[in-house]
């Protein structure tokens, strides 16, 4: 830390500009019970992830709305990105840093928001396209079916047919 | 405590000072994790790209569903829980491993920084289970013995993308253990105590977190949409 700074011990360029320490992380309690916090608000998140994925899959076993099944697979998309906002936030000390700083790192990660929007129509329109001009992919990837898999017998080489 | 605040101390660009207030390695961290962002990003779209191009798609939940010495138990979705958590875990290891630096206390480091360590091995134990198995399977670059959700003959392209996106993830994780180990070695020496400060652990923290970060995001994109 900048008050235990010695020149003579240190010539990385952290010595030339040591950090301005503004004492956030001097209070052991109040930190403990903010990684607690965050531990258990990530658990809990994960853990519903888990029941909504487990209750698509049981959804699965019947015949879904496709509708219905798009949302829940939306509210678990939001539950990551709240995951990955007190990952980066929290763990990874983000939240306490320089505004101007934190720009820098966001700013650049808003060309997600392009990129995948961009990049998933454009698949989508290729799958429109396909099956529009070429009905053997359309039958080959809807209608026919595939040999019934023989689970008991998964480890007989066999199963390796498709490596060619 | 902390260095009295003065009044020039609000001025970031007047010079003399660093104006982000961060020290310039875990400057250039952050800025290679931003990059490193977007190249596991570039992977993810690709696989989603390709996967709203297909008609149908293997169910994750059909193909994630086995759980080491559960026999041919139907478990979806069980193991690859287990993973997450234990990434969790070695998420908080790391911040208290930081925390410990903050305050100067190389016992402390030494300690977190180690169970950091087996969090990660235990990540990359199961991550060489899960794979194994699906080898055994028939599942590989190039093969890939799952039908599509809707009962049709389905394309390589499911293996392909998962053993390669979990497999630059491993190898994330594989050199942040790397790293850690690196990082225990020198806490144990007193490498960062005789230096003063330990804010080699933070950019090594700001590296683990970053795997945890993008594990999150596989998780999401492999197992459970």
């Known amino acids: 830390m900048s008050q235990h700074y010695d020149p003579t011990k240190d010539i990385s360029p952290s010595a030339a500009y040591p950090e301005v320490t503004f004492g956030t992380h001097h209070d052991d309690q109040s930190f403990y019970s903010k990684v607690k916090k965050t531990t258990i608000v990530l658990s809990l998140i994960t853990i ?55 720009m820098t790192i966001v700013v650049p990660l808003m060309l997600f928001i392009w990129f995948i929007a961009a990049f998933l129509i454009d698949g989508n329109s290729y799958r429109d396209l396909r099956n529009k001009y070429d009905p053997y992919f359309k039958y080959r990837t809807t209608e026919e079916k595939a040999p019934v898999k023989q689970h008991e017998g998964a480890e007989e080489p066999e199963h390796k047919s498709g490596k060619e | 405590m902390s260095t009295p605040v003065t009044a020039t101390q609000t001025k970031w660009w007047s010079g003399g000072k660093s104006p982000f207030n961060l020290e310039y390695g875990k400057l250039m961290m952050w800025y290679f994790l931003m990059s490193d962002a977007f190249t596991f990003g570039a992977f993810l779209i690709s696989y989603g790209t390709v996967r709203f191009s297909s008609n149908s798609w293997p169910d994750p939940n059909h193909v994630f569903n086995a759980f080491p010495f559960a026999g041919h138990a139907n478990l979806p979705l069980a193991f690859v829980s287990l993973m997450t958590f234990i990434l969790i875990i070695s998420s908080v290891t790391m911040v208290l491993a930081v925390h410990a630096g903050h305050n100067g206390d190389k016992k402390g480091v030494v300690k977190w920084i180690f169970w950091t360590i087996i969090g990660g091995l235990a990540f990359l134990s199961c991550q060489a289970w899960e794979w194994t198995h699906l080898h055994a399977e028939g599942a590989w670059w190039g093969s890939n013995p799952f039908p599509n959700a809707n009962g049709t003959v389905a394309s390589t392209n499911f293996s392909n993308f998962f053993f390669t996106i979990t497999g630059f993830h491993g190898f994330h994780v594989f050199s942040g253990v790397i790293i850690n180990i690196i990082m225990l070695i020198m806490a144990q020496k007193g490498v960062f105590e005789r230096k003063g400060h330990y804010l080699m652990i933070e950019k090594a923290g700001l590296y683990w977190h970053f795997v945890d970060l993008v594990w999150v995001f596989v998780f999401l994109c492999f197992y459970l949409v």
Do not use: Q
């Open chain 1, 48 to 102: 519903g992830e888990l029941i909504l994925g487990l209750y698509i899959y049981y959804l699965h076993k019947g015949e879904p709305s496709h509708t219905w099944v798009l949302f829940l697979k939306g509210v678990i998309c939001i539950a990551t990105l709240a995951k990955a906002y007190y990952i980066v936030s929290v763990f990874m000390h983000l939240g306490d840093e320089i505004r101007n700083m934190i």
